[in-house]
């Protein structure tokens, strides 16, 4: 009987019965946490987050309960951030940020492209950036050398935002390596690095840096990023769907 019930929930939901409308919550959103809010209407998920990382961090100052020297593999590593020969030493600050994420999200041909600035949530409320710098290049040694023990940073002030371009390791070390990490603006979930004991890599996917099969939050298959070791790490510089917004 309730294999039975099981079967009839998942037609209905592949041919979208219900789901229209609804304004619950899409069970996927359940892994969020630390942030301030997250609510949900018919068509637009909204979370507003302090983007105050879970984990210490060499960004949160000396001052803080949260700081943790680096402790990380990173022989060049540096709090020192050079952006366009302007060097600065940040540390992060609590942000007032919403994203509007759509909730029944699909491809979009129009494949918007990332911008500066936050591309996705992670599910403990830091913000995800796209694989390119402050001036628009694919990050490179320079920005390596400042992410943390966790692989995140902050932007340089005013804003002294932090966020994550590759893999989340405080979250990939706590919840498994194969685990949903968060979303892209588009509503496309974002997993881990493994997939079926294997590690995978950009090659194995789309130009979006993604693919779609079923996955523990989604039985009936989504399409669904991957972070990888190799750049681009977490996006192919557009989305696979339509963006939702963030404002900050
Ligand atoms: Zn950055
Ligand atoms: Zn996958």
């Not at 709090?79 to 030493?89: A, K, R, V, Y």
């Not at 950036?129 to 995140?152: C, I, M, P, S």
Request: glycine share 10%.
């Amino acid at each position: 009987m309730r294999n039975e019930l099981f079967t009839l929930a998942s037609v209905m939901s592949l041919v979208g019965c219900g789901s229209s409308t609804s304004t619950d919550m899409p069970t996927a959103y359940a892994a969020f946490y630390n942030v301030k809010s997250i609510s949900s209407d018919s068509t637009t998920v909204t979370i507003n987050t302090a983007d105050l990382p879970d984990h210490k961090s060499p960004f949160y100052g000396k001052a803080s309960a949260s700081y943790e020297a680096y402790n990380g593999t990173n022989p060049n590593f540096s709090t020192s951030i050079n952006l366009m020969g302007m060097i600065s030493d940040p540390t992060l600050a609590a942000q007032d940020i919403t994203f509007r994420i759509p909730k029944n999200p699909t491809v979009d041909a129009a494949h918007a492209a990332t911008t500066g600035g936050a591309i996705g949530i992670a599910i403990n409320g830091v913000v995800i950036f796209n694989q390119y710098n402050g001036v628009g290049a694919l990050l490179n040694t320079l920005e390596f050398n400042n992410l943390d023990q966790y692989n995140g940073h902050p932007t340089p002030a005013p804003s002294l935002q932090y966020h994550y371009h590759t893999e989340p390791l405080f979250l990939t070390k706590k919840f498994g390596s194969s685990a949903l990490l968060g979303f892209l603006l588009d509503g496309f979930p974002l997993y881990g690095p493994v997939e079926n004991g294997t590690r995978l890599l950009s090659a194995s996917l789309d130009k979006y840096h993604g693919h779609e099969h079923a996955t523990a939050e989604y039985p009936n298959g989504i399409y669904h990023y991957h972070v990888t070791d190799d750049a681009p790490w977490i996006n192919g510089g557009s989305y696979y769907g339509k963006p939702g917004t963030v404002t900050r």
